[in-house]
Structures are given as structure tokens and as C-alpha cells.
């Protein structure tokens, strides 16, 4: 293996290993840290591109991470370096941290590419660090190893345990239903974050966890070993190992991100019951790459059971996900019933087959049998109609079954503002039966594409004791929320598509079963009201970050990505800076 090592070709050489005055420099500066002579002479520099901020509480751990990884990657023979990239956190950043994981990818693929690496380790955990450091590493297309932080410890209230972000939905209907108090409400703040960590339940970050697992991307388990346990350690170490062996294997993104890859995480997502987040996330990857993924392919995973018993579909947490034998058991049962392809490459450089072929399940409940599933066809469902020509999606595990397929009168919301006000309003014209719509809250019209679209109900309902309504609009929703909604309708309503044009008292037909979303408006009475609306269109100006995204954010069913930032660019080493 040693004679092999010395004949690896490597990018970073052409930083450290000329004998001139480029590499003089290069050396020297670098040396200012300690870093002696020898560690210049043909051994592979790995980036460890860290998410780590106090801001993003998830990814608060990362530098222990790191100093792991470190370890793993010096053992195996390689040059760690630590570098920042841009952290996009969840529960800080406003208006949303889905309208900075462009800029956060941006970040990431210019510092691999301009700097001196032969591969990379993404330490990424909170839900938007990991879709952006995919696709940026995807756009360079250099052997790379996903370290995610792990989810949180059970949140623990009132002697139950309770999942983070799940409780705050519910929590806060409850308190508007008048069944708490403030008090009771707040006193659950402590409650639910008992360690660093993502959140414990199936919401987007162990969501993309198990798609970055189930795409390849990391070694087995590292989707669920919780934050604290010190097996995430173990892991990290092990991922720093093997990242050094993949540079001399030449083991880049595109021989694991495939076309059959993107198909298993999408089968994944309907084994695990994860989050709508999901399908935008995974097709601005896939376009990264170059492969050519799209809504319908969404339809492999719709007969799929869902086997994971997790919040906010079932009632356990992450933590019993990990000890019931974490996502390899899920991966093994999906081979066994023949939703998995078998011989899709990973990065410890077997199959994803051979990686689970005789994973264990210690608890039938938490990762439920084939025959015994949590939801008969748990998969994302795609609805198309003439309220969304370009497709929107619904999570069926998270849903009311007997909403599924429902008819209703338009209650309409033009943006999250007036949704703020007006649903409040105890003469406002709502029960059970209505369609909540709110408008306004897409990629272009929030902007950003807010977790706002999990609408809370109107209290007038939930004092009837009212817990699930049909709403629909342009916007996302938490991973951690649940309730029959409607998401991602493209197109948007900023850019005039139909949803744009819905009134108060339009009938709308949601018909989940058969992927259908009609609003029972004629094709020429909407779009004379779409013609109006332009008419009407005050144009705001905006500019910096705000300005380039509006101009150039994709739609939804597309990925939400730039426009100019789709494809792979490789890792071609840039001109010297000097």
C-alpha cells in the first residue's frame, strides 16, 4: 500500500511541491503553523470544511468533531486542514436559512476549488449545512466523506419524552386552544434541548442524514448516533482514516452520486417517513452532479412502506432509531423487499448491499417489519392539477388520512402577514371544512421558501377540538411539523402561478390517492385574474445577496438552486496568486 501512496497524483502538489517561487511561498506561509518539512512530501492534504458556530447551536459540538477527524486523517498518512465555510442554522438565521444554503454551497465549492486539497470531509448536521456542503463538494467532484453532528438527546417533559421542534408545534396549538397556560407553554423551552445536537425527531436534519447515508456519501451509522455518544467520535476518527485511503483509490463524488444513488435516497425517505425538505434538497444536489433527477422520480418511493416509528409520523425519537439499529436495519429491510439498489457504490468503497447485508434490528417497533408497517405507502406524495402545473408534495405519513381526499372552500391568506393577523380574527368565515391557502411565502415571494406552510389553525377551530385542516401553499415546512399540507406549489405565486390567482370561496379538490390538486375555477377565469394581478404588480427593489437571489433562484420542482450554479465545474486548479 506504501508504494502505491508515493504514486498518487496530487492536486495539492501543485501548491507544495515545486521547488520555485509559488511553492516557496505556498510552503512558507503554511509553516508559520508548525507544520513540519516532511508533511510536504506527497502526502494527500485533506480540507475538513467545518459548519461549526455558536449561532447554529446543531453544530455546536463540530470542533470536537473536527479534532477527531484530524486524528484519523493523521493516522492514515494524510495533512488535516480545518477551514470555515459559511453556517446557515435553522433556528437563528432570518428570514430563513434556506435563502442562504446557495450562498453557503457558493462558499464551499470556491474554498475546495482555490485551495490546496486532494479531497474533503463535510462536517455538516443542522438542516441546511448538509444539502449546501453536498452541493458544493458535488460541483468539484473531489473524494468526499459526510460527517454529520448527530441528533440531540430525547427532549424530556413533564416525565415523557418529547421531540424538538415537534413539541413547539404542538405545544404552541395547545396553548391557542386554551388547554395551557404561558406558563405551561414555556416551561417547556428547557425541556426540549438537553444537549447539542440536531433535532431528535425524522425532521430535515436527520432527514438529510439518512439521505447522505443512503446516498453513499458516509460511512454506515452516521445518520443516527446521537451527539453525545461517543461512537460519533469513533466515527469521525474513522471517516478522517478513510478519506485518506479514497484520494489514493481515486474515489470521487460522481462515482457514488448516481442516478440508481438518488433513487435509493428517495426510497429511503419513504422507509424513514422523512421530511418534504427532502425533495428540493436532493434535486439541487442531483443537478450539481449532473444527474438528471425530477419530481415524478419521486413517485419509486410512493409504494413504499414507512418502517421507522419516529416523531412527528410515530412516537419515538432518534435515540431509539440509533439503538434499534439505526439506518442500516432500514436499508437491509428495503434489499430484502427489493426497493434498494444493491450495488450502488458507497464511500467505504463497498456496495450499500454489502455495507447492510447483515445489519441487526433490535426493536420491531421502532423500525417496524415489512408486514408490519407504520404507513402501507408512505412515500412523498406529488400532486399536479391547475392549482400546480409544476407539481407540489404532501407528506401522507404526517397526514390525516381521512383528509386525504377532500373538497373545500378556499379560506385565503395573500402573504404570512396577513395570515398573521387574519387568522386570529374570531369573525373570520372558517371551520374544519375549509382549505387554508397562503400565498406569497416561495423561493422568490418570501423570499427564501419559509417553513411557514405547516399554517397553525385558527383558535376558533382548535377549541373545537380540532387538530388537522388542508392547507396548501408555496412554501416549505419543518421536517419536525405534521398535518395534511400541501407544499412546494410551483409555480409560485410571486412568479403568477395559479395559486396567485385562488380567491376566498374558490372550491378546492385535493385527491391525494391519485396525485391531484384542482381548483374548480375555469382556465379562463383564472387567467384573467392573473392578468390583473400583473396589472396591478407594485415591483419592489432590492439589492445586495437579496437582489441576486431573486433574480436568479430556481423554482421549487427545480431545486431552488442559481440558475448559473447548476452542473459540475471539476476541481481544475486555478492560476497562481502571485
Known amino acids: 500500500m506504501a508504494s502505491d501512496k508515493k504514486k498518487t497524483v496530487l492536486r495539492s502538489a ?3 511541491g515545486t521547488r520555485d517561487k509559488n511553492g516557496f511561498m505556498y510552503r512558507s506561509w503554511m509553516k508559520n503553523q508548525g507544520i513540519p518539512e516532511h508533511h510536504f ?6 480540507g475538513i470544511c467545518n459548519t461549526w458556530s455558536e449561532l447554529t447551536p446543531c453544530n455546536a459540538h463540530f470542533r470536537k468533531i473536527a479534532e477527531h477527524v484530524k486524528k484519523g486523517v493523521i493516522e492514515a498518512g494524510g495533512v488535516p486542514v480545518e477551514f470555515p465555510v459559511f453556517s446557515n442554522g ?7 436559512a434556506m435563502f442562504t444554503r446557495n450562498l453557503a454551497a457558493m462558499d464551499t465549492e470556491e474554498a475546495i476549488r482555490g485551495n490546496p486539497l486532494d479531497a474533503v470531509v463535510l462536517l455538516v448536521g443542522c438542516d441546511k449545512t448538509t444539502p449546501a ?3 458544493g463538494a458535488a460541483s468539484c467532484n473531489l473524494p468526499t466523506i459526510v ?7 430525547n427532549g424530556k417533559h413533564k416525565g415523557k419524552d418529547v421531540g424538538s421542534g ?3 408545534w404542538q405545544a404552541h396549538e395547545e396553548y391557542k386552544a386554551g388547554n395551557i397556560s404561558l406558563h405551561e407553554f414555556l416551561s417547556a423551552e428547557a425541556s426540549m434541548s438537553r444537549s447539542a445536537g440536531t433535532c431528535n425527531t425524522m425532521g430535515t436534519a436527520s432527514t438529510m442524514a439518512c439521505m447522505a447515508e443512503s446516498l453513499g456519501t458516509s460511512l454506515p451509522h452516521n445518520a443516527a448516533i446521537p451527539a453525545v455518544d461517543s461512537r460519533r467520535y469513533v466515527l469521525a476518527h474513522l471517516s478522517g482514516m478513510r478519506i485518506v485511503d479514497m484520494v489514493h483509490e481515486d474515489l470521487t463524488l460522481s462515482k457514488v452520486l448516481t442516478k440508481d444513488a438518488f433513487i435509493n435516497a428517495i426510497r429511503t425517505n419513504a422507509a424513514i417517513g422523512g421530511s418534504t425538505n427532502a425533495v428540493i434538497h436532493l434535486k439541487a444536489i442531483a443537478g450539481r452532479m449532473g444527474v438528471d433527477l425530477n419530481l415524478d422520480d419521486w413517485k419509486e418511493g410512493r409504494e413504499v412502506p414507512t418502517l421507522v416509528n419516529l416523531q412527528p409520523s410515530g412516537k419515538y425519537l432518534m435515540e431509539e432509531f440509533y439503538y434499534a439499529g439505526g439506518l442500516p436495519a432500514v436499508l437491509r429491510r428495503l434489499g430484502e423487499s427489493g426497493a434498494l439498489n444493491k450495488d450502488c457504490l458507497t464511500v467505504n468503497g463497498k456496495t450499500i448491499g454489502e455495507n447492510v447485508e447483515d445489519a441487526p434490528c433490535y426493536n420491531d417497533d421502532v423500525i417496524r417489519p415489512l408486514d408490519n408497517p407504520l404507513v402501507e405507502n408512505g412515500g412523498i406524495c406529488v400532486l399536479r392539477g391547475n392549482l400546480a402545473p409544476r407539481g407540489a408534495v404532501l407528506k401522507p405519513s404526517a397526514a390525516s388520512p381521512e383528509l386525504m381526499n377532500h373538497r373545500g372552500r378556499a379560506v385565503v391568506f395573500e402573504d404570512f402577514e396577513h395570515y398573521k393577523s387574519r387568522v386570529v380574527d374570531p369573525d373570520l368565515d372558517i371551520d374544519e371544512t375549509c382549505v387554508m391557502v397562503l400565498k406569497n411565502c416561495g423561493p422568490k415571494g418570501y423570499p427564501g421558501m419559509a417553513e411557514v406552510g405547516n399554517m397553525g389553525l385558527p383558535p376558533k377551530v382548535l377549541k373545537k377540538g380540532i387538530k388537522d385542516m388542508v392547507r396548501i401553499s408555496d412554501a416549505r415546512m419543518s421536517g419536525t411539523a405534521f398535518g395534511t399540507v400541501v407544499l412546494h406549489t410551483a409555480p409560485e405565486a410571486m412568479e403568477f402561478g395559479p395559486l396567485a390567482a385562488v380567491q376566498d370561496g374558490d372550491m378546492i379538490h385535493l385527491d391525494a390517492h391519485n396525485g391531484v390538486l384542482h381548483l374548480e375555477v375555469s382556465d379562463e377565469e383564472i387567467a384573467a385574474r392573473l392578468e390583473k394581478l400583473k396589472a396591478n404588480r407594485v415591483i419592489a427593489t432590492t439589492s445586495g445577496y437579496e437582489a441576486m437571489y431573486r433574480n436568479h433562484v430556481m423554482q421549487a420542482d427545480e431545486g431552488c438552486d442559481f440558475d448559473f450554479l447548476v452542473g459540475c465545474r471539476g476541481s481544475e486548479v486555478p492560476p497562481h496568486s502571485h
Open 147 to 153: 460527517v454529520t453532528g448527530g441528533p440531540m438527546l
Open 166 to 168: 415537534t413539541l413547539v
Open 14 to 16: 501543485n501548491w507544495f
Open 90 to 96: 435553522e433556528s437563528n438565521l432570518r428570514p430563513t
Open 133 to 135: 456542503l453536498l452541493m
Open 41 to 46: 512530501e506527497g502526502k494527500p492534504v485533506i
